[in-house]
């Protein structure tokens, strides 16, 4: 899996660490579900970590109304004493793992000079140091950002920024790169794959290549406070310590809405505690999934309209030069699930100015699956499969 996040400020003024990862991570599921809301029948796939980590580094050098917002939404403050340590540890953690590399970086106009502490703040938490580009040469702004891209992303996504995305009035980009590939630690023999029929959330049917697998699973059942069954069963990926877990409705005709608008970090907790081994033969689809999400509307319904309006936008811990807000927050995400495992790309960019146990689980209706590195609970990935893809 491939992910990389990018943050754009722009001005026009020119004319503890489990704690740490739960918050981060019920932010993440938080901004899933108001997107999912207004994508009930639609396949919808996005980072919880790396939305909030991108956030993150706006937030740090946000100020005032703004920062109280970030804060607010976020339920954090990385402005806190320790929270940095933790923010840089959480980054560690995760990329020890083999199959999983984070890296930041972040552009700033050559001529704008950023405040000491706010340097200071991203070296801490992020590791990072500023390199300095010519946004008054937009065209070869997009070049070099889509090169920082490809080369974190393993030429993955060549170009992420199109032609025009950028202008003059571009002051800071700030990136956050994540890269995921696992391989199951059982893979599916492909000789089993077959076509079947995938119920859709618009009551269509379409055919999907649908793989099998027999084996011991970490499996439970459950039900919501609205007393909607549903099962999760967790596939490990090599190593054990990655896995994606599979949401699944009992029922036919239930929206996914049901279940990931209360997920967060404590209810997938519950999950993996009540899980026992069994053994199961799943069937799922094998998926592709491409998505291009504009978060805009997503983040102003969570209360942070403030740090899109260049009147009442506070960014001064990160300069004084000149004012800045956020204009846009852009995601592209592709990720791939076969019988050898996962593997995907994904970038954001926010430009500133339970029933009875049954042998067989087939996943052929809607589903939530959701990729999380244990030790720390984060979660790289989340999804909601509604259809396959046309081929």
Request: net charge neutral; charged share 20%; glycine share 6%.
């Amino acid at each position: 899996m491939l992910c990389v996040y990018i943050f754009l400020l722009l001005t026009l003024s020119r004319v503890g660490l489990g704690s740490l990862t739960d918050k981060q991570t019920d932010f993440g599921l938080k901004v899933f579900s108001q997107l999912a809301q207004n994508s009930v029948d639609k396949n919808v796939v996005l980072s919880p970590y790396g939305v909030a980590s991108v956030l993150v580094m706006a937030q740090l050098g946000a100020s005032g109304n703004t920062r109280r917002a970030l804060t607010t939404a976020m339920g954090f403050s990385l402005q806190e004493r320790g929270m940095s340590r933790q923010q840089r540890l959480l980054q560690r953690d995760v990329s020890i793992e083999e199959g999983v590399e984070t890296a930041s970086g972040v552009m700033v106009e050559r001529k704008m000079s950023l405040e000491k502490g706010y340097r200071r703040a991203l070296a801490k938490a992020f590791q990072s140091q500023p390199n300095q580009v010519d946004f008054t040469k937009p065209e070869q702004a997009v070049n070099i950002i889509n090169s920082w891209v490809s080369d974190h992303t393993g030429g993955a996504i060549p170009e992420f920024l199109a032609s025009g995305s950028l202008t003059d009035e571009t002051r800071l980009v700030l990136l956050n790169a994540l890269h995921f590939q696992g391989l199951w630690k059982v893979p599916f023999d492909p000789k089993l794959t077959q076509e079947r029929m995938f119920h859709c959330a618009n009551g269509s049917t379409m055919p999907v290549h649908m793989m099998r697998l027999t084996n011991r699973f970490n499996y439970g059942e459950f039900v919501t406070a609205d007393g909607v069954d549903y099962d999760v069963i967790e596939v490990p990926y090599e190593g054990d310590s990655l896995s994606m877990l599979l949401v699944s409705p009992i029922e036919p005709e239930v929206s996914l809405n049901m279940f990931s608008a209360d997920l967060n970090s404590q209810k997938i907790r519950q999950w993996r505690s009540q899980m026992r081994n069994v053994k199961r033969q799943l069937a799922m689809p094998r998926f592709t999934l491409n998505s291009e999400v504009d978060f805009k509307t997503t983040l102003l319904n969570m209360g942070l309209g403030v740090m899109f309006n260049l009147a009442t936008a506070d960014f001064t811990r990160i300069t004084t030069d000149e004012r800045l807000c956020v204009s846009k927050v852009l995601q592209k995400v592709k990720i791939e699930v076969n019988e050898q495992g996962t593997k995907g790309a994904a970038a954001t960019a926010a430009v500133m100015f339970s029933r009875m146990a049954v042998e067989q689980i087939t996943l052929d209706r809607p589903f939530l699956f959701l990729i999380q590195h244990k030790h720390t609970g984060a979660v790289l990935f989340m999804g909601q499969f509604n259809q396959p893809q046309q081929q």
